[in-house]
């Protein structure tokens, strides 16, 4: 016998297939939004009074070096022709600085998310493979070689790299203190592990016979870190704090940690400077340079809008659940007398 006409491509009668499963549809009535609403809205401003006074307890002192202005500090340092120029900033601590201390460099009106620059780069060099330190990719240009030899690392992106030093110095007794910066450990766990990686050969130096350093660095990748051995090439903190390219044009990167020693509590109250060799030049495009210090809290660094995010949500829930009331008592339905 022949099918039936139509039912060789109807599903099999079981309950999952026509639909037939048991469901649960929640019935929202005014009882039940309301007093939700109110719920939610005291728990986000509750939330968000606990974000708000947390971040406004925690301490941050930052201070602009550009030297534009003819009364700053770094006014001498900023213009082009003076070369290995130091400044130093000068500041007063009335209280501890709790520890731990995070201490930042930022720049303003640096688009590190510009396409264009963000791509010059070759990613298979930064990952350690020779074949292409003498053949960079075409991404790289305008700095993909000097003359015939190779740059290694090649690109706009690794030739800004920021290369301004610090050095801070506490005034005990009349004596400068140098307090021990902590550049450890810095960047993101995958740049320095997996993302990163060294070209093969011992000594390091080796393994970059052929190439040429960036022409905006004063000296080649091997030798970024003239201190420890270990913190050199492309797995340099500080070089991949800066290739982790900031979403916004005003930004700061961690640059060391303040958790050693006679410090690891914090900063004391007391006279301190930090000693600035001034080398980035950001006046060309109208950019400003700033140092931060800051320590944390639970939730993270100094934000206050996120507090105020929540607290504008919890208000908004808890003034519409006082108009739907309202509304409610006034236009019930007669069901629901």
Known sequence: MSKEVGTENRPDNTAFTQQRLPAW???LSAGIVIPGFVLIGLAFIGIGVALFVTS????????????????SFCYGCSDLKV?????????????????????????????????????????????????????????????????????????AL?????????????????????VPFDGKGISWWTDYNIKYRNPPGT???????????????????????TTDPSNNGFINQDFLVWMRRAALPDFRKLYRRITEGEYAKGLPAGKYTLVIGYNYPVRAFNGKKK?????????????KFLGIAYLVIGSMCVVMSI???????????????
């Open 323 to 337: 108009v739907m009331l309202i509304v409610y008592a006034k236009f019930k339905f007669p069901d629901e007398e």
């Open 56 to 71: 406004r307890n925690i301490q941050v002192l930052e201070r602009d070096y550009t030297g534009v202005e003819r009364d």
């Open 203 to 225: 000594p390091l130096s080796k393994a970059f016979e052929g190439t040429t350093n960036p022409p905006f660095w004063p000296r080649p990748a091997y030798e970024l870190d």
């Open 291 to 303: 140092v931060v210090f800051s320590n944390v809290s639970w939730m993270g660094g100094k934000n």
């Open 83 to 155: 070369k290995n120029c130091k400044c130093n900033l000068n500041f007063t601590l009335d209280k501890l600085f709790e520890g731990p201390v995070f201490f930042y460099y930022g720049l303003s009106n640096y688009f590190q998310n510009y396409r264009q620059y963000g791509n010059s780069k070759d990613a298979n060099q930064l990952s350690g493979d020779k074949e292409y330190f003498t053949e960079p990719d075409e991404s790289c240009a305008p700095y993909e070689r000097v003359g015939d030899v190779p740059i290694a690392p090649c690109g």
């Open 25 to 27: 549809q929640p019935m």
């Open 158 to 178: 690794p030739n800004s790299m920021f290369n301004d030093t610090f050095k801070l110095y506490q005034m005990v007794n009349g004596t400068r203190v140098e």
